[in-house]
């Protein structure tokens, strides 16, 4: 019985790796073809090239940095490029992460072929991210309880100094303003919660 337990701890844990392998930084994409940046290319005539993608099923609109088709068959694979590196972290950041699955929820509505797997390119490492059902199921959640944040203006902050320093909204409309935010945490609260 406990060996069987065991065995099945390992599997969850190695199916959780199996959904993402991250690689060192490359920019090679064999195999595949240019159809889509976010912004004109030199040389390429495709009035699509620079176009905001909506899905109307989703209610989800972006700009992947690039995406690629397959030169033989329907396979379509976003590519979204971070100015920032990784370092020893096994894994992107959340928001880059949830990203990427946004765009391959656009992707599908758009196109009509589910892309089997994305990336996330940092400046040193790349993540090759598989299209799964949790990580589609994460995003629809996460737009959810921000569609709801929208709707009624109620929801929960996460203020530190690392997210909140660069906001557009620091020191104007939110209360978590540069002056109160010290060491990491919001004054008066204990881990950003109030």
Excluded at 121 to 143: C, G
Excluded at 175 to 182: F, G, Q
Aim: glycine fraction near 12%; proline fraction near 3%.
């Amino acid at each position: 019985m406990i060996l069987l337990m065991v065995l099945i701890l390992l599997f969850i844990f190695r199916r959780q790796n199996w959904s993402m392998k991250k690689i060192p930084s490359s920019n090679g994409m064999g195999g595949y073809s240019l159809i889509y940046a976010d912004q004109k290319q030199n040389g390429k005539k495709d009035e699509g090239f620079g176009k905001l993608l909506y899905s109307a099923e989703y209610e989800l609109q972006g700009k992947p940095d690039y995406i690629y088709k397959k030169r033989f068959g329907k396979g379509i694979v976003p590519v979204e490029l971070k100015s920032g590196s990784i370092g020893e972290s096994s894994l992107p950041h959340r928001g880059d992460l949830l990203q990427l699955g946004a765009y391959f929820l656009i992707l599908e509505d758009v196109y009509k072929v589910r892309p089997k797997f994305g990336r996330l390119a940092y400046q040193d490492y790349i993540f090759v991210v598989k299209n799964t059902r949790s990580l589609r199921k994460e995003v629809m959640k996460t737009t959810k309880e921000m569609r709801e944040m929208l709707l009624y203006g109620v929801g929960k902050a996460n203020p530190s100094f690392a997210t909140c320093r660069y906001c557009i909204c620091n020191g104007t409309v939110c209360k978590y303003s540069e002056t109160e935010i010290i060491g990491g945490k919001a004054n008066g609260a204990s881990g950003g919660e109030e």
